[in-house]
Each structure stands twice: as C-alpha cells, then as structure tokens.
C-alpha cells in the first residue's frame, strides 16, 4: 500500500520561496510507471495541479506555474520536493502530494493527507 507524507514548514512570508517534501512509502518513485505529483486547494477554491516528476525523472508544470515552480527528487530517500518562488498571499492553501499513473490529475490514486501552508508576513 503506497502512502504519501507532506512536510514542510506551515507559514511563508511573501515573495520568500515555499519548499515542501513528500515521503513515500510501500512503492518505489524511482522503479513504478508513476507520476509523482503536487496539487494544491486554496481556501474556498478547487484542486490545482501544479506539477509532477515521473518515475525517470522527467519534469512538467502547470503553464500558469511554471515560472515559479521546480519538482525534483532523492531516490536514495524516496522522496520528492516542491519549490515554489516568489510566493504571494494567494499561494496560500493545502498543499498535496500525490501518486498516479495519469499526469495531470486532481483526483490521484495515491494522496497524502495535506498540509496548511499561509503565506503571510
């Protein structure tokens, strides 16, 4: 049973850049035909999907993001990281990490629980 962990720091103070990390277990980032992926909920707003790394290595963003966003991996940890620059109140929002063999999806096979992140000074 693959199971996904977000850590990372709760408040980011604008135009600093947020990073969070995603802990899988019970499956290989390195070795499934998965895509590994970040979406995001902000308050009163829908699921966002914001990027991924697949199971290679490759990366891809969401347009809207791409400019600010970088996803990379540890395989020996297996674990994957999300940057997010330039940060704004309005990247305030539960941030997920998630599994699944489909690229651009806000409804994953695999999700983590979230975690609260608010961007303020």
């Known amino acids: 049973q693959v199971q996904l962990q977000e850590s990372g720091p709760g408040l980011v103070k604008p135009s600093q850049t947020l990073s969070l990390t995603c802990t899988v277990s019970g499956g290989s980032i390195a070795t499934t035909s998965d895509y590994w992926s970040w979406i995001r909920q902000p308050p009163g707003k829908g699921l966002e999907w914001m990027g991924a790394?697949?199971?290679?290595?490759?990366?891809y963003y969401s347009p809207s993001l791409k400019s600010r966003t970088s996803i990379s991996r540890d395989t020996s940890k297996n674990q994957f990281t999300l940057q997010l620059s330039s940060v704004t109140p309005e990247d305030t929002a539960v941030y997920y990490c998630a599994g699944d063999r489909v690229l651009v999806t806000t409804t994953p096979s695999y999700r983590g629980q979230g975690t609260q992140v608010t961007v303020s000074s």
């Open positions: 790394i697949s199971y290679s290595g490759s990366t």
